[in-house]
């Protein structure tokens, strides 16, 4: 619970234990301006002080519900759940925060239409499912709830939720907050999917990636593997020619490699690559590479290597 703004006052100069009246004529049963101040008046004072001090103290703390007031918050602001389970598509909205349950707790029920009776155009709503195990469909349109894609939304667990606003006549979706479900080597593969995200370590899966690539440089006749990826390792097979090893084999010798060459300018010829002609070449897990001035092998000074296909 949050604290209470306002802190209680007491009238600590109030005099609880008069002296005794025995009723006689004398100057100590006189009643003087003095005494009252002193006795009544100036405690009263100073107690109705302490009020009013405490109570604008307190009223600081409070949100005024003015039009154009800015209230800032330096603390949180928090709005406790209430459980609602839905009955023939619809629930009655009491609170800002609600968890959705199904009817008759079946595992999946649609949400219709949020019943409010004393809701303010303009009021805020935040839903979400009660259990994990229980799906509730938000259906747009169907009652007064309008989703930003026109389509439904599937609340198949219990963190993923909806926020939307009341303009006067139906429940507008704001946003929403839903697990981020990530794409499988599969579904890199199919393609198809527009609800899964793409991580870094599946997205070479999909047909248009690559799916490895390599670049090369010569010196006095010797390969080095400067940089790549999916490649564990080059052999140096004779003169202007090279295998490529991948890291990750292909699903089959299906697939397509690119080469390219470059010679130095001394070399005054263009230089041809491409997959070496030996038999069982590309294999699934290594491809040889051809650099060729007009029929003969020649090192080129850089090579690279680009293959695509599936894994």
């Given at each position: 619970?949050?604290?209470?703004?306002?802190?209680?006052q007491?009238?600590?100069?109030?005099?609880?234990?008069?002296?005794p009246?025995?009723?006689?004529?004398?100057?100590?049963n006189?009643?003087?301006?003095?005494?009252?101040?002193?006795?009544?008046?100036?405690?009263?004072?100073?107690?109705?002080?302490?009020?009013?001090?405490a109570?604008?103290?307190?009223?600081?703390?409070?949100?005024?519900?003015?039009?154009?007031?800015?209230?800032?918050?330096?603390?949180?602001?928090?709005?406790?759940?209430?459980?609602?389970?839905?009955?023939?598509?619809?629930?009655?909205?009491?609170?800002?925060?609600h968890?959705i349950?199904?009817?008759?707790?079946?595992?999946?029920?649609?949400?219709?239409?949020?019943?409010?009776s004393?809701?303010?155009?303009?009021a805020?709503?935040?839903?979400?499912?009660?259990n994990?195990?229980?799906?509730?469909?938000?259906?747009?349109?169907?009652?007064?709830?309008?989703?930003?894609?026109?389509?439904?939304f599937?609340?198949?667990?219990?963190?993923?939720?909806?926020?939307?606003?009341?303009?006067?006549?139906?429940w507008?979706?704001?946003?929403r907050?839903?697990?981020?479900?990530?794409?499988?080597?599969?579904?890199?593969?199919?393609?198809?999917?527009t609800?899964v995200?793409?991580?870094?370590?599946?997205?070479?899966?999909?047909?248009?990636?690559?799916?490895?690539?390599?670049?090369v440089?010569?010196s006095?006749?010797?390969?080095?593997?400067?940089?790549?990826?999916?490649?564990?390792?080059?052999?140096?097979?004779?003169?202007?020619r090279i295998?490529?090893?991948?890291?990750?084999?292909?699903?089959?010798?299906?697939?397509?490699?690119?080469?390219?060459?470059?010679?130095?300018?001394?070399?005054?010829?263009?230089?041809?690559?491409?997959?070496d002609?030996?038999?069982s070449?590309?294999?699934v897990?290594?491809?040889a590479?051809?650099?060729?001035?007009?029929?003969?092998?020649?090192?080129?000074?850089?090579?690279?290597?680009?293959?695509?296909g599936?894994?």
């Amino acid at each position: 619970m949050p604290t209470n703004p306002y802190t209680e006052q007491n009238d600590t100069g109030f005099n609880a234990s008069p002296p005794p009246d025995d009723g006689s004529q004398t100057s100590a049963n006189e009643i003087t301006w003095a005494g009252i101040k002193t006795k009544l008046a100036d405690p009263i004072l100073a107690f109705v002080e302490a009020v009013d001090d405490a109570v604008a103290a307190a009223f600081a703390k409070v949100i005024n519900t003015d039009a154009d007031e800015n209230n800032a918050m330096g603390g949180s602001l928090a709005f406790t759940e209430s459980e609602l389970t839905i009955t023939t598509g619809a629930v009655t909205v009491t609170r800002t925060a609600h968890s959705i349950d199904t009817e008759s707790d079946a595992a999946s029920d649609d949400l219709d239409t949020l019943t409010a009776s004393s809701v303010s155009t303009g009021a805020w709503l935040l839903i979400r499912a009660n259990n994990a195990a229980r799906t509730v469909v938000v259906k747009h349109s169907t009652g007064n709830i309008l989703t930003a894609d026109d389509a439904d939304f599937t609340m198949d667990d219990d963190q993923k939720f909806m926020l939307l606003q009341y303009n006067g006549t139906n429940w507008q979706e704001i946003s929403r907050s839903s697990p981020v479900s990530y794409a499988s080597q599969a579904q890199q593969e199919a393609g198809s999917s527009t609800t899964v995200a793409v991580s870094p370590g599946t997205q070479q899966y999909h047909d248009s990636a690559l799916k490895g690539w390599g670049s090369v440089t010569w010196s006095g006749g010797t390969p080095t593997l400067n940089d790549s990826y999916n490649v564990s390792g080059i052999v140096d097979d004779a003169a202007g020619r090279i295998t490529f090893t991948w890291d990750t084999d292909f699903s089959s010798v299906n697939y397509c490699v690119v080469a390219m060459g470059k010679r130095d300018a001394a070399g005054n010829l263009d230089i041809n690559a491409g997959i070496d002609s030996t038999a069982s070449n590309p294999a699934v897990g290594a491809c040889a590479v051809a650099f060729n001035i007009g029929a003969s092998g020649a090192d080129p000074t850089v090579g690279c290597v680009m293959a695509s296909g599936d894994q």
